[in-house]
């Protein structure tokens, strides 16, 4: 097979052959040559061939000294030149040498490899790229030399050629030879030589010779390779592997047409699983890596890497075995890292390296136990022994005595996989947190980085450690951190909410913001939910990852769309654009979704003033027949987010309800307050539901927060499920705390126990003392729920009015029709006339929302306008919407009662000619009127919704003093509790007759 020689550029190289032509022949020569090539099988003294190691067909050489003084000959001829054993140095070779390696320089290099370049031997070129990479590794040599820049490009590009073109005449170790110096060259130059790096002239020079779109080296690396295949011992083998995983990524970084190595790789498949016996560990150990950095672990031939590992390590295990192999650290963290970066994670495999591991891990320095740890916990891997403890276990239990000799990346390295495999040791990072913190001086930003990150997932005792990695990072700065590292260490410190030094969430914020333009999807979700988390806003920020999220939307996976959604949404960003393009793409990708990213997706956009009725419909008919997926967190995320989306349906609510019973036992108490809001919040009765939340709160009244009893109060009371030992249980748990409950909830307490009847005063007194310290930090709404409770339950605390008043005033125009209607209402009860509060204004202001005002508040106005008549004031309503509110309440229907039919017939039978429902001039209306001696008496039949307790509600002591002292008409009032003693007319009567004065 002849190859053709062409021109390209000024470079003079030869054509090659296919690869599929080189395969081929390989394949042919190895058949022809397997006589010659393959070693005999060993046998017994009786002539029978056997294999030694079970199965396996390991190899053992023959004891023969003349055989064995015969291989090593050959093998001596071979490395001496061409295969010929006649071979003798050429003395020009002898002397180019010599002169090598007086080269002080690589221009001196340069010049002698030209002036001798028709004379370079393969081995004598490797020599001279040798000599090149020993200069440009050594540490003290000048990089700038002087000397024609054009001169050395074309002397660098004639070596090169020469080099090129000598691979064909390559003998076996020096084809693995030349390949293992260019790779290693590559891998010097590739940083430094970049073109955007200054100072290093010759590394630029060799980056665009050897970097620059330059695959043909390679290539005939290849073919050459394919060729001698059989002849490659298993180093040889290696080391030209090792050079494609060395050089491939710089290569393909550099080239318009990636280099395509699967063939070589296959090939050595084919060759290794004939001759596997002659691979060391070493070897195979070091193959596994380059099938792993040239992705190929895939590949045959990394399983068959695989088992033969396995075979060797059980086949040791066997107690006739008398040939155990001598594996060393080096070699087991070598194959398990490659085998875990390759993603081949077969526990068979892991069992085995973990094995073989226990039995020297003593001999393990540091640096080998966080290799070990690191590539474990890459494979997910951690096993397990008879005594219970698993592998990690026995690596912290080595580790923590040699953890001064650590550096400072087997420190990241070591916490980084415990956290990644979810093993706790505490001691271990305990230690691990205290060497650190002596030497984070030393840690580079990505070592610093993740031990934030490994320190998040099994925090430290002590905070210490992170206050000292935070002072860390403002002294240095992100200036050297990637977008990457930056992320993490943002996500790290949130998720241990970690928030008390400022200049290092400032620092985060300055260096994300200038960098944002460049963020991926993940650094914008992980920073987003690092800040939310926090409670951090950074408008800048936040922009600047609205952007990028735009632009990347469908790059978002569906736990990214729900966590993005999330952190705006809890930082208040409202905006419309990105939440719409978010529920879009939510709604495209929801069978992607789990459970738990639904839920977190409905929360979010249930906090956005806007609806998106689609998605919750969707997400709702998807969910309904699997809420047995949903963790307990979840169901409490749903049901509240619905509810408060306002997207909720009584069908959605009842199969909530049925998998929150099913599931009891699994709920918290603090959970089940949110699902007691939420169905609350729906007017949604379930006695089924909140009977237990009942029976499972009351035990737990004290261990709840001060805003979760009184949303537990206001939502037993909202729905009328007056279940007297939760209230009760919830009364003791709060008395001496009032002053730890917010404004909002002290009024949501008062009104809960107002509503539900419960005649506590001590509760309320409590309350008002709270409530006069924190007059300041109500809404208008807590004004209105709080002062109507007082007046509603007939406790008109004068002093709670008369400080409240002006912090009421205060928020006038913020109130809605409903709020000014019970605050009017409730003054009107109290009787406490404020002037600043009740001026022009609260008139002005009552006028212009009076469109906002219900049925119910227009009559609380007209109560309160008759107030003011009452007091003599003249700050009244306008006489058009005093009319109103007057029309209103007097078309209010009435209710009669069998109390009241009763009373109509004792006061008919003692001739008092009872009048039944009688309007007065202010427009109540009274049950009876009667003239006793020339008087007339309003009477009125006083059923239990009159009452809290036998206490008369704040309707019922308005109503008496407005028709007393108003219309001028006394009241006379029969109780229900009176009434329902008595059982004859004549007691009836004699009752009658005491109550109106009658002798």
Known sequence: ?????????KRSVQRLPSIGTLVVAMMLANLLGQSLTSRPRVSDDSGNAHHNRNSNQYYQSSNSSTSSQLNNQAYTNRRQGNFNPNYQRNPHTSQLYSELHACRTIDE??????????????????AVWKHVLSLLNKPSRINRETGDDSVQYF??????????NCVDRCSPVDLSYLAQTIASIIKAVYKKGHPKNRGYNDHQRLYCLLLNDNTLFWEK??????????????????????????????????????????????????????????????????????????????????????????????????????????????????IANSFAKAGYNDERLFQSISDATISILTSFDARH???????????????????????????????????????????????????????????????????????????????????????????????????????????????????????????????????????????????????????????????????????????????????????????????????????????????????????????????????????????????????FPDIFDTIASQSASELDKFSSLDLFN??????????????????????ILRRSHELKPQMLVGVAWAYAAAGYRSPALFNYISDVSVPHCNDLKRQEVASLAWSFAALNFFHRPLLEALAVSSEGRWEEFSAQNLANMAWAYTTAQETRHS??????????????????????????????????????????????????DTCNGQSLANIAWAFAVSNVNDELLFSDRFVDVCSSKIDEFNSEGLCQLHQWNIWRAEIGSDKVLPPMIAKK????????????????????????????????????????????????????????????????????????????????NVDRIPIISLPYWELNELETLDDKQLYLRSKLGIS
């Open 1 to 9: 097979m002849t190859a053709t020689t062409t021109m390209v550029g």
């Open 109 to 126: 290099t340069l010049q002698l490899a030209n002036d001798n370049i028709h004379n370079l031997s393969p081995r004598a070129t490797d």
């Open 155 to 164: 002397q660098l590009d004639n070596l090169f050629d020469h080099t090129v």
């Open 221 to 334: 690396i290849q073919s050459r390779s394919l060729l001698l295949m059989s002849s490659l011992r298993p180093k040889w083998l290696v080391s030209i592997a090792w050079s494609y995983a060395t050089a491939l990524d710089p290569i393909n970084a550099n080239s318009r047409v990636p280099l395509d190595v699967s063939p070589f790789f296959q090939v050595s498949s084919d060759s290794f699983k004939q001759r596997k016996h002659e691979f060391s560990s070493k070897h195979i150990s070091n193959l596994a890596w380059a099938c792993m950095s040239c992705r190929q672990s895939n590949s045959v031939l990394m399983r068959d890497i695989a088992d033969e590992f396995v075979s060797r390590r059980e086949y040791e295990m066997d107690e006739r075995c008398e040939d155990v192999e001598n594996i060393d650290a080096v070699t087991l963290c070598q």
């Open 369 to 611: 136990l966080a290799n070990m740890a690191y590539a474990f916990a890459l494979a997910r891997v951690n096993p397990r022994y008879d005594d219970g403890l698993t592998l990690f276990d026995d690596i912290a239990n080595e580790f923590i005595p040699r953890l001064h000799t650590a550096t400072t990346q087997h420190l990241a390295n070591i916490t980084w996989a415990y956290a990644t495999i979810g093993h706790a040791n505490p001691d271990l990072f305990g230690a691990v947190a205290e060497e650190a913190m002596g030497r984070l001086k030393e840690f580079s930003p990505q070592h610093l980085e993740n031990l934030s990150w490994a320190l998040s997932k099994f925090p430290h005792s002590s905070n210490e450690i992170l206050d000292r990695i935070a002072e860390e990072v403002v002294a240095r700065g992100l200036q050297c951190s990637t977008s990457q590292g930056i992320a993490m260490l943002a996500h790290s410190f949130a998720t241990l909410n970690h928030a008390t030094n400022g200049d290092f969430w400032e620092c985060i914020e300055n260096t994300a913001s200038s960098r944002v333009s460049s963020f991926g999807v993940i650094e914008c979700i992980q920073i987003a939910w690092a800040f939310a988390t926090i409670g951090r806003k950074a408008d800048d920020l936040f922009r600047g990852i609205e952007r990028v999220s735009m632009s990347k939307m469908d790059q978002f996976n569906p736990q990214g769309l729900s966590n993005l959604a999330w952190a705006f949404s809890t930082l208040e960003y409202d905006s419309p654009t990105l939440f719409n393009a978010i529920a879009e793409c939510s709604e495209r990708k929801l069978d992607q979704f789990k459970p738990q990213e639904k839920a977190m997706l409905v929360l979010a956009l249930s906090r956005i003033d806007r609806s």
């Open 638 to 659: 749903l049901v509240v987010s619905y509810v408060k989306a306002g997207q909720q349906s009584e069908q959605w609510l009842l199969a909530i309800e049925s998998e």
């Open 763 to 812: 509760l309320l007194r409590g309350i008002a003392d709270a409530a006069i310290k924190k007059h300041d930090e109500f809404t208008h709404q807590g004004f209105s729920n709080l002062l109507w409770a007082y007046a509603a339950a007939g406790h008109p605390h004068q002093r709670l009015f008369s400080a409240l008043a002006p912090s009421v005033a205060e928020v006038l």
């Open 885 to 964: 509110c007057y029309t209103q309440f007097t078309s209010r229907p009435l209710q009669g009662s069998n109390l009241q039919s009763d009373a109509m017939k004792v006061l008919t039978s003692m001739d008092l000619h009872p009048i039944e429902e009688v309007q007065t001039e202010s427009g109540y209306c009274l049950d009876f009127v009667v003239n006793v001696d020339g008087e007339e008496l309003g009477i009125e039949v006083d059923g239990p919704h009159h009452f809290v307790g036998r206490d008369p509600t704040g309707s019922t002591l308005l109503k008496r003093r407005h028709v007393e």
